[in-house]
């Protein structure tokens, strides 16, 4: 029995591996054809300076276009299009980029401001140009006002005029957008101020203002652009190439990242891959480019792990749910392997995003998201290694793919590794604090899964034994307990980090009191298990209603926009928070529905069926 | 007696009061999307009930305030320990936790009562031994002839609460007596010839009321029309506002030199908390992310005097690093004036010690008791686990 079972799990373990390593690693080792396109790995391997943070250039193209277009690829005509080959094409091919339609207007405001009609979503950058005066003048009026008083019209307009400028600055970030051959014109500026350096006497009217015509060009340049493709140069930082080329012109020595990027630029627009390839196996050669963590991180991109773990998920709840309901031992034990693939995936995933970051997992929302389906899907395969019962495959399931959706869409605001804010900036409280308050998080949503799965198994299914039942029970008020234990210790070291950087322990602040409403619901729901106001079912049905709790507590907060802790601020969200409370309400009262058989929460207790309603007092 | 404590030690009424908390915090979370926080902390945490006011401005009591629900809270735990709870080690987890909860209640309690909070803004180079009110003003006057010696200056301070529309204020202390005749909490100013005021500066000032403002970084301008009165004549109408810069002035003939006058200040600025010691800012430091406008940290270098205690020595306040002294702690807060002006905030908390200790007691109870039961469920699952093998 033991050795068939251990056969099972050795064999399904290794054939799910097999599948995962082949899909996930097929795209890295794919060598692509010399020559014939150009080599993407390599140019999105390019460090640059972008928002105030080294990265990948693949990073800015994905961020981008996830923050312009709301999508990972872009189609043209008919075909997809990745986020680095779109970024190219903008940088090198203005004119042809600007006919893709890649900005996203949802707002039925805007739609109507613009006269855009409503076919579409996505808008090209030659559509709005004739819109341009109007956006940024209505932009310009809803910024006067506070931000977290701007209505949703005043948000999207602005947010769509943030699009139009980073899409205008990404146009500009080698070369002036009209420019056909910048390595030319930079080339011959160096070497026109090199000469009159040599020789000053030589210097007349027309040079004078022809430089002048430069420095404007380069300033201009510099303004429009922000991706800093030219590395440290002395006491220098990284700069733009239009400030590098201002400064040339001062007499600096012209670095030769400037003359490789204007050529990669030209023979793009000449469809030239093999110079491309030279140029950029050159620039990745020279020392300002060697950094391992860059590389990483473009790797990381391509592999996707945190986005990739979601399909994983998904099949591991299929895979036990069929299980469950034919009772196959060796699907179950296919299932467990499956969810804990998906869970190492996302492990792995979350690991390498800490170490590219140098930061504990949770810095921001979308960190946030990652970290709390992680923490919820190893508590629920805690539960399964001790229950075996497939339920805490299928907690782990709904969670991991869900925290994984949201983390996805918040990832659509822009970088997800972004520079720390001053506040935020210790990694001591980062690592206590703020992971304990998320586990606490992590807890109260598996315990409102398993609730939700007692529901259907309870009022629909009804496929409990007693035995079973009360197991379920035991199961919640563990983790209900470890959830009052993290989200109190969470909450109160927050109040020592207030204490220690803004001078009060508490301040009623929305983030505060949201972990607030958690320790309390806790506290609730366990006070009233102890003195018999609930039973089992009553339990359940609060570890339900905590899932909409954790929830406000996470985002709603957020939402309003208000106080110290409002750096994590969105919007659109709020109608998806409200649907996600209804749906757990929902299944509240579903539960109440007295369908469901009621056993008595105490195997001990047998015969003492209890038929009285839920959520009233026992009476002793 | 007994029965009547054992009532009250019920559980019901803690997860009643619990889920009554819920609300209370909920509503009074969101009531901070239209209200500053210390307004919101003041209707629903600080106070015993929290009403909700009709169309024609009568009060409703809908839910019991803060402190009705620590209260009961208390009794209800008090009252427990005294008839329920059984003395046993294996309870004292839940004993310490609870002692711990007490206590953090308590010091929420004193916090409230007792703490004040306070700013300090200094300009690059600026020097200054007092901090400054968030929101109270104080009316001062203040003996500024020339033989008085700058530095021990006798100010006489009136606060905000003194100045009420037609109050008189007379005080024998007072070189002289007001007589408000109208106090307005928030105003717009403008330039230009305002009749009321008969002196001063508040002559060339228009004033428009304002509803008070909403957010919490900003502050009420507040204006006040006093009349001066000294040997119960009537000196003149002034008009005075926060949003002054400067005193104004005016004088007096000098009660032991007749032929001599004395010249006082006027003013009405925010309330002023002294300091035994002076803070002068070297150097403010800000630095940001390349290419954003993300700060990455901030910080002010400072120097200290104190001719009391023979201290004089530099210091740096940045964030999450902040100055104890005089039993006050200075944080690095904000910045403004583009960068030349650091803001620090001044706390004196006398329970701020209190909330640290009751982390400490409810953690350790929490921790005994879950992971106690905790490791007892494990080994009965184990022991079954291994039974249902065999």
Redo the contacts between chains.
């Keep these: 029995m033991n050795i068939s079972r251990s056969k099972q799990t050795l064999m399904s373990t290794m054939l799910i591996i097999l599948c995962m390593s082949t899909s996930i690693f097929a795209q890295e080792t794919k060598q692509p054809a010399t020559n014939a396109t150009p080599d993407w790995k390599a140019l999105g391997s390019i460090a640059v300076?972008?928002?105030?943070?080294l990265k990948p250039l693949d990073t800015v193209a994905r961020s981008s276009m996830l923050m312009i277009c709301g999508k990972q690829t872009v189609k043209v005509n008919g075909q997809s299009m990745h986020a680095l080959e779109w970024l190219m094409q903008v940088m090198c091919k203005p004119e042809v980029a600007d006919n893709y339609r890649v900005f996203l207007i949802h707002d039925p405001d805007i739609q109507a401001l613009l006269q855009l009609g409503e076919e579409d979503k996505r808008w090209s950058f030659t559509e709005l140009i004739p819109h341009l005066q109007l956006i940024s003048a209505q932009a310009n009026e809803a910024q006067s006002v506070?931000s977290h008083q701007r209505n949703r019209y005043q948000r999207a307009i602005i947010e769509l005029y943030n699009h139009v400028t980073s899409y205008v600055r990404l146009k500009n970030a080698i070369a002036p957008e009209q420019s056909k051959d910048f390595a030319k014109q930079a080339q011959d500026a160096a070497a026109l101020v090199k000469s009159l350096i040599a020789d000053p006497d030589k210097l007349t009217d027309d040079m004078v203002s022809h430089i002048n015509i430069l420095k404007k060009g380069y300033e201009n340049l510099a303004q429009k652009s922000?991706i800093?493709f030219v590395p440290p140069i002395g006491e220098l930082?990284?700069s733009r190439i239009g400030e590098h080329m201002r400064l040339v012109l001062l007499g600096l020595p012209m670095d030769d990242s400037v003359i490789r990027m204007a050529t990669i630029r030209k023979a793009y627009r000449e469809g030239d891959w093999q110079t491309i390839n030279t140029m950029v196996t050159e620039h990745l050669a020279t020392p300002a480019q060697q950094q391992s963590k860059v590389r990483s991180e473009a790797m990381f991109n391509r592999m996707a792990l945190l986005v990739n773990a979601m399909p994983i998920y998904a099949l591991g709840l299929v895979v036990t749910l069929i299980a469950m309901m034919f009772k196959t031992r060796w699907m179950m034990i296919t299932g467990t392997v499956i969810v804990l693939a998906a869970i190492a995936t996302h492990t792995f995933g979350l690991g390498w995003r800490m170490w590219i970051e140098g930061r504990p997992p949770v810095i921001n929302l979308y960190g946030s998201a990652v970290f709390i389906g992680w923490g919820a899907t190893i508590m629920a395969m805690v539960l399964e290694k001790?229950y075996k019962n497939g339920l805490g495959n299928i907690a782990a399931c709904l969670i991991g793919f869900s925290t994984l959706i949201i983390a996805h869409h918040l990832s659509l605001s822009g970088d997800t590794i972004?520079?720390v804010?001053?506040?935020l900036?210790?990694n001591f409280?980062l690592t206590t604090h703020v992971l304990i308050v998320t586990l606490g998080y992590s807890s109260m949503f598996v315990a409102g899964a398993l609730g939700l799965i007692f529901v259907v198994r309870d009022v629909i299914l009804r496929n409990f034994t007693k035995q079973s039942y009360a197991r379920m029970g035991?199961m919640v008020y563990?983790i209900i307990?470890?959830a009052?234990?993290f989200s109190?210790?969470g909450t109160?070291?927050g109040?020592?980090w207030a204490?220690?950087?803004?001078?009060?322990?508490?301040?009623?602040?929305?983030k505060e009191?949201?972990a607030?409403?958690i320790v309390?619901?806790n506290?609730?729901i366990l006070?009233?298990r102890?003195?018999g106001?609930v039973q089992v079912r009553g339990m359940m049905m609060m570890a339900i209603l905590g899932n909409c709790?954790t929830a406000f507590s996470w985002f709603g907060?957020n939402m309003?926009g208000?106080?110290l802790h409002s750096y994590g601020f969105m919007d659109g969200a709020f109608m998806w928070l409200i649907g996600f409370c209804i749906s757990q309400l929902i299944f509240v009262a579903i539960g109440l529905f007295p369908v469901g058989q009621t056993m008595p929460d105490d195997e001990s207790n047998d015969n003492v069926r209890k038929q009285k309603p839920i959520l009233l007092?026992r009476q002793d | 007696m007994k029965k009547i404590l054992k009532k009250f030690a019920?559980?019901?009424i803690?997860?009643v009061v619990?889920?009554a908390?819920?609300m209370l915090?909920?509503a009074?979370?969101?009531a901070?999307?239209h209200m500053p926080?210390r307004e919101?902390?003041k209707i629903?945490?600080q106070s015993f009930v929290v009403p909700v006011y009709l169309e024609d401005g009568t009060a409703i009591p809908v839910l019991p305030g803060g402190y009705t629900l620590g209260i009961i809270m208390v009794l209800n735990l008090l009252c427990a320990y005294l008839t329920t709870f059984r003395w046993t080690v294996k309870r004292m987890g839940i004993l310490i936790m609870h002692s711990g909860i007490l206590m953090l209640l308590i010091?929420?309690l004193f916090?409230d009562l007792y703490?004040v909070?306070s700013y300090v803004s200094l300009d690059h180079g600026q020097a200054k031994n007092y901090s400054e009110s968030f929101h109270k003003n104080e009316l001062v006057i203040i003996d500024a002839t020339e033989d008085v010696d700058k530095d021990t200056q006798t100010v006489y301070s009136i606060p905000q609460s003194k100045l009420k529309t037609g109050n008189m204020i007379t005080d024998p202390r007072l070189p002289v007596s007001f007589s408000v005749k109208e106090f307005i909490p928030n105003a717009h100013l403008a330039r230009g010839q305002n009749p009321r005021p008969t002196r001063g500066f508040g002559q060339t000032v228009i004033i428009q009321p304002a509803p008070p403002v909403k957010?919490d970084q900003q502050r009420n301008l507040a204006c006040v029309y006093v009349d001066v009165i000294a040997d119960g004549k009537v000196l003149g109408t002034w008009l005075l506002s926060t949003a002054f810069v400067g005193p104004d002035k005016f004088d007096l003939p000098d009660p032991a030199h007749p032929e001599k006058t004395r010249t006082y200040q006027i003013h009405l600025r925010p309330k002023r908390y002294m300091m035994p010691m002076t803070l002068k800012l070297q150097e403010f430091k800000h630095e940001?992310?390349?290419?954003?406008n993300?700060?990455?940290?901030?910080s002010s270098r400072l120097r200290l005097v104190d001719p009391i205690q023979h201290e004089d020595r530099e210091l740096t306040i940045s964030?999450?690093q902040?100055l104890r002294y005089d039993g006050k702690?200075f944080?690095q807060?904000s910045f403004a004036n583009d960068d030349q002006t650091t803001i620090l905030?001044?706390?004196r908390?006398p329970a701020?010690v209190l909330?640290?200790i009751a982390?400490i007691l409810?953690?350790l109870g929490?921790?005994w008791h879950?992971i106690a039961?905790?490791l007892k469920?494990?080994n009965k699952?184990i022991k079954q686990d291994t039974e249902v093998k065999a």
């Design positions: 300076m972008h928002s105030g943070r506070q922000n800093h930082e990284w001790i972004e520079p804010r001053a506040v900036d210790s409280w035991r563990g307990c470890f009052m234990l109190f210790v109160v070291l109040g020592i204490d220690q950087s803004w001078g009060r322990f508490w301040g009623w602040d929305p009191n949201g607030l409403l309390l619901w506290a609730a006070h009233a102890w003195c106001m709790i907060v309003m208000v106080g007092p | 019920s559980l019901r803690t997860v619990l889920i908390g819920m915090v909920f009074g979370t969101l901070q999307t926080i919101a902390q629903y945490f010091g929420q916090t703490s909070e957010g940001r992310f390349t290419g954003t993300v700060p990455m940290a901030f964030m999450n902040p702690t944080y807060a905030q001044v706390v908390n701020a909330p640290y982390c409810v953690t929490m921790s879950f039961h905790f469920f494990f699952f």
